[in-house]
C-alpha cells in the first residue's frame, strides 16, 4: 500500500476527546481511564486513528502559510472539488453549484430541513437504532422522534420495516423522515430496491426527507453507496441530502459540510434557514481542507483506507462470532462501526451491561453504550485503528472481559 495505516499515533494532548476525553465525569466524557497495565484503545468516539490523506494538511499549510485570513467567499476550486467527487464516486450527474449550500455540521444542516419542512413539536420518522446525534439535536430543538425499529432478516442483514414505516407516517402525520445512509450504528449499505421503496413511501404520503450520507465514502469491498437523490426524480426533489469530508478523512475537528437541494423552493428556503443564526460560516481552512482532500490522491488514500477497513471488519466479525458465545453481531456493510448485541451473553453470565462495558473499560478497550443508539444491552465499536490494535482489543476482551 502507498499510505501508511499501520502506525500506531499517540494522540495524547492533540485536541483528541478519543484519548483526552477518557476521564470520568464532570471533567471527562468516558467512564474513566484504564486499569493499571492497559493502555487505552480508542474504539469509542466515531473518528478514525489513521494519518489523513497527505494533500489535506499540505493544503491547508500552504494557505496558512499566508498571514492574512480575512474574509473570504468559496472558491471554484471548493464548488469543483465536490461536483467530481459525487460524480466520481457516486455517480452523480447534473449537479452544479447552486445546488451546493455550507453546513457547519450534518446536525445543523437537519435542523435547519426540518425546520423549513416541519412546525416545533411535529413528529419525525427515524429508524432505530438511532444516531445519538439525531436524539439530541431533534430533542433540543422541539421535534419530537417517532421510531420506526429495523429488523434483521433470514440471513442477519438489517432491513426497513416497511408495513411499519407507512403505518407510522399515516398514524403519526409525519411530515417530514431522517435517513441514514449508509445507516449509523448498524453499517447498513442500502440497496437500490430499499431506497426506491422507502422513497415511493414517502411520495404516497407527502414525506420529505433529510438523507444524512455523511458515511458514503466508507463503503466496505463489495458494497455500492446509492445516492438516495439518484432513484427517481421525485427523490431528487424530494430530498435534503447532507454530506461532509470528515468522517471520510477524519477531519469533524475543522467543521465543515455541506448540502445539496435540486428543488429551489427547498433550497432557498433551506439557504435561508441555514443563514438566520449568522454562525453558519465556512472556515477558510476547512474550505482548503476540503480542496485538498476532493484531489485524486484522495480517491488513491480512500480506496486503500476501504480496503484497510474491510480487513478490519472481517477480522473482528470473525473473532466476535468465533470466540463471544452469545454476543449477536450482524456484519456492516459500511461504516467503521460495530453494533453487538449482547443480550443473550449477559443473561447467560448474569452480568448487566453496565459491568460488561465497565470491564472493558478497564482493560483499555474504550468501547461505547450502545443504549445511546436505542440498543437495550448493545455496545457500538470503532474499528478504524491498525489492525494490531484491533486485534490487541480482541484478545484483551477475550482473556479479561467475555470469559467464563
Known amino acids: 500500500m502507498k499510505y501508511d495505516f499501520t502506525t500506531v499515533i499517540d494522540r495524547t494532548g492533540m485536541d483528541a476527546i478519543a484519548i483526552d476525553g477518557i476521564r470520568p465525569a464532570p471533567s471527562g466524557m468516558a467512564p474513566g481511564g484504564p486499569k493499571d497495565g492497559f493502555d487505552v484503545i480508542p474504539m469509542w468516539i466515531a473518528d478514525m486513528n489513521f494519518a489523513t490523506c497527505p494533500t489535506i494538511p499540505q493544503a491547508v499549510i500552504r494557505r496558512a502559510q499566508h498571514p492574512l485570513y480575512g474574509y473570504f467567499a468559496p472558491t471554484d476550486d471548493y464548488y469543483d472539488g465536490i461536483i467530481r467527487w459525487?460524480?466520481?464516486?457516486?455517480?452523480?450527474?447534473?449537479?452544479?453549484?447552486?445546488?451546493?449550500?455550507?453546513?457547519?455540521?450534518?446536525?445543523?444542516?437537519?435542523?435547519?430541513?426540518?425546520?423549513?419542512?416541519?412546525?416545533?413539536?411535529?413528529?419525525?420518522?427515524?429508524?432505530?437504532?438511532?444516531?445519538?446525534?439525531?436524539?439530541?439535536?431533534?430533542?433540543?430543538?422541539?421535534?419530537?422522534?417517532?421510531?420506526?425499529?429495523?429488523?434483521?432478516?433470514?440471513?442477519?442483514?438489517?432491513?426497513?420495516?416497511?408495513?411499519?414505516?407507512?403505518?407510522?407516517?399515516?398514524?403519526?402525520?409525519?411530515?417530514?423522515?431522517?435517513?441514514?445512509?449508509?445507516?449509523?450504528?448498524?453499517?447498513?449499505?442500502?440497496?437500490?430496491?430499499?431506497?426506491?421503496?422507502?422513497?415511493?413511501?414517502?411520495?404516497?404520503?407527502?414525506?420529505?426527507?433529510?438523507?444524512?450520507?455523511?458515511?458514503?465514502?466508507?463503503?466496505?469491498?463489495?458494497?455500492?453507496?446509492?445516492?438516495?437523490?439518484?432513484?427517481?426524480?421525485?427523490?431528487?426533489?424530494?430530498t435534503v441530502a447532507l454530506y461532509a469530508p470528515s468522517k471520510t478523512f477524519n477531519l469533524a475537528g475543522l467543521v465543515g459540510s455541506y448540502h445539496i437541494v435540486y428543488d429551489p423552493w427547498l433550497r432557498e428556503r433551506m439557504d435561508k434557514e441555514s443563514s438566520l443564526c449568522h454562525y453558519n460560516e465556512m472556515n477558510v481552512l476547512s474550505m482548503h481542507a476540503l480542496i485538498g482532500a476532493y484531489q485524486p490522491e484522495g480517491h488513491a488514500w480512500v480506496d486503500e483506507l476501504r480496503q484497510v477497513l474491510t480487513q478490519n471488519v472481517d477480522y473482528a466479525y470473525s473473532y466476535i462470532t468465533s470466540h463471544?458465545?452469545?454476543v449477536e453481531l450482524s456484519r456492516p456493510q459500511g461504516t467503521y462501526m460495530l453494533f453487538l448485541d449482547c443480550t443473550g451473553w449477559c443473561r447467560e453470565h448474569g452480568r448487566t451491561i453496565d459491568q460488561l462495558l465497565q470491564a472493558g473499560w478497564d482493560v483499555g478497550v474504550a468501547w461505547q453504550d450502545g443504549r445511546l443508539f436505542r440498543g437495550p444491552c448493545h455496545i457500538r465499536m470503532n474499528l478504524a485503528l491498525p489492525l494490531s490494535r484491533v486485534q490487541e482489543a480482541m484478545e484483551r476482551l477475550s482473556k479479561y472481559v467475555f470469559c467464563p
Open 86 to 238: 459525487q460524480e466520481q464516486r457516486n455517480g452523480v450527474t447534473g449537479l452544479t453549484r447552486e445546488h451546493i449550500g455550507y453546513e457547519n455540521g450534518v446536525l445543523g444542516g437537519v435542523i435547519s430541513a426540518l425546520n423549513v419542512l416541519c412546525s416545533r413539536g411535529d413528529k419525525v420518522l427515524v429508524h432505530s437504532p438511532t444516531y445519538i446525534g439525531f436524539t439530541n439535536s431533534l430533542t433540543n430543538n422541539g421535534y419530537r422522534m417517532v421510531h420506526s425499529p429495523l429488523v434483521l432478516d433470514g440471513d442477519n442483514v438489517w432491513r426497513m420495516d416497511f408495513e411499519d414505516m407507512e403505518k407510522k407516517m399515516v398514524d403519526e402525520h409525519i411530515h417530514a423522515a431522517i435517513f441514514c445512509s449508509p445507516h449509523n450504528p448498524c453499517g447498513r449499505v442500502w440497496e437500490r430496491w430499499e431506497i426506491e421503496r422507502f422513497m415511493e413511501l414517502c411520495k404516497k404520503h407527502g414525506v420529505y426527507v433529510i438523507s444524512d450520507e455523511i458515511w458514503s465514502d466508507i463503503i466496505l469491498e463489495g458494497h455500492r453507496h446509492i445516492p438516495t437523490q439518484s432513484v427517481s426524480e421525485d427523490a431528487r426533489t424530494r
Open 324 to 326: 463471544f458465545q452469545g
